[in-house]
């Protein structure tokens, strides 16, 4: 069963860059027809996809963060990462890493669409 582990700051400035990684154990990142998703849910908020980088080492962004964003993998760790840029309290929530088969809905995340799902970091932006 894969599983998923996401590891960031707590704590970042504002218009500082927010870096956070998550760790994959039990499958590969390079598996074939998996996509890796960054996925956050701010304070009254509900979830919202950020971006994803599928196995092939492809990503795509959310139109509204894809100035701001970058994810990146290591195949050799295993593991992606998802800077985001110029933060603001606004950026302030839990951060998710899921894995799904397929690319997911972008516009309509569910947790049951994936197969696998991070516990999430949380990420505070504040002087």
């Known amino acids: 069963q894969v599983q998923l582990q996401e590891s960031g700051p707590g704590l970042v400035k504002p218009s500082a860059t927010l870096s956070v990684t998550c760790s994959v154990s039990?499958?590969?990142?390079?598996?074939?027809?998996?996509?890796w998703s960054w996925i956050r849910q701010s304070p009254g908020k509900g979830l919202q996809w950020i971006g994803y980088?599928?196995?092939?080492?492809?990503?795509y962004y959310r139109s509204s963060l894809k100035s701001r964003t970058t994810i990146s993998r290591d195949t050799a760790k295993n593991e992606f990462t998802l800077q985001l840029r110029s933060v603001t309290p606004e950026d302030t929530g839990v951060y998710y890493c899921?894995?799904?088969?397929?690319?997911?809905?972008?516009?309509?995340?569910?947790?049951?669409?994936?197969?696998?799902w991070g516990q999430g970091t949380q990420v505070t932006v504040s002087s």
């Open positions: 899921a894995g799904s088969v397929g690319t997911p809905d972008t516009g309509n995340i569910n947790k049951r669409d994936f197969v696998s």
């Open positions: 039990g499958g590969s990142i390079t598996a074939t027809s998996y996509y």
């Open positions: 980088i599928g196995y092939r080492g492809t990503p």
